[in-house]
Every structure is written in C-alpha cells, then in structure tokens.
C-alpha cells in the first residue's frame, strides 16, 4: 500500500472492460506506460491513447492537471497498476488501470493494433506478444 506525501493511504483498483468503454466516453487522458518498442508491436486501438513510458510519465508529472481523469494500460495490468498508484501517491484523484490491461481489453472484442496484434488471439498471459522474456518482441 502506498502512502501520499499526507499520510492518506492509496491503493488503486483495476477496471474491467466495460466500465472502461464507459470512462472513455468522457474526456480522460488515457495513457499506455509500455516502452515504444512494446507499443508498436501490440496496443489498445483507440483514438485517444497515448504512448508515455513509465519513466517519462514520471518526469512529466508537473505539466498534468492533477484534476482531470487519467486511464492507464500496459499489456497485462502490472505496470499500469504501478503508475496509477504513482499518479495518487502525487496527488492526483481520478485515477484507473484497466485490470488485465490490453490482453483483458482484447479478450473483451476490443480491438488493438500493431505489428503483433493478431497474436493476441489466443494469448491469455502475454508470451506471445512480449509481455514476457520469451524474446518474440526483439
């Protein structure tokens, strides 16, 4: 659990599919935190989704409207859920990853994008994709 700078502990809580589809009906700032590499082989096909690896989001925390709605995914709900909780740790309130992140997002019907795309068919845990160490995203 992590705790803000005053004293109020965080835990964000991923969210499935629908309530996605839902929140990306209103405006939100809806973010894959995956390296550029990763992105381009697979993502999350919607209009609105922006590439800003971790690290980058990090350091670009203080141009961001802490009060505006931000979405995060990565491949499988790991990095996201770290980014999200990093995003309330600094104060920002309406924040959510999408839980299962884009195998969840593809699984659901949802389309996605990228040279590796169509190996997301049957992928249920990311090691046909690159969201493992099996070295297929190299």
């Known amino acids: 659990m992590l705790i803000s700078r005053k004293g109020v502990a965080y835990q964000v809580e991923g969210i499935a ?8 009906r209103e405006p939100v ?3 894959d935190v995956r390296e550029p590499k990763d992105y381009s ?12 690896p971790i690290l980058t989001l990090l350091e670009k925390l203080e141009s961001f409207d ?3 709605k ?5 491949m499988d709900g ?22 299962g992140g884009m195998i969840q997002w593809k699984n659901s019907g949802q389309p996605i994008k990228g040279r590796l795309a169509d190996l997301l068919s049957d992928c249920h ?8 160490s099996c070295g297929c995203n190299d």
């Open 17 to 24: 599919v629908p309530e996605v589809l839902d929140l990306l």
């Open 70 to 74: 931000y979405l995060i995914v990565d």
């Open 78 to 99: 790991t990095l996201a859920w770290k980014a999200a909780n990093m995003l309330l740790y600094n104060d920002f309130r309406d924040v959510h990853f999408i839980a």
């Open 66 to 68: 802490r009060n505006q």
């Open 29 to 31: 700032n809806f973010f």
């Open 125 to 132: 845990d990311g090691s046909s994709c690159g969201g493992c």
């Open 41 to 52: 082989l697979a993502a999350v096909d919607h209009p609105s989704l922006q590439n800003i």
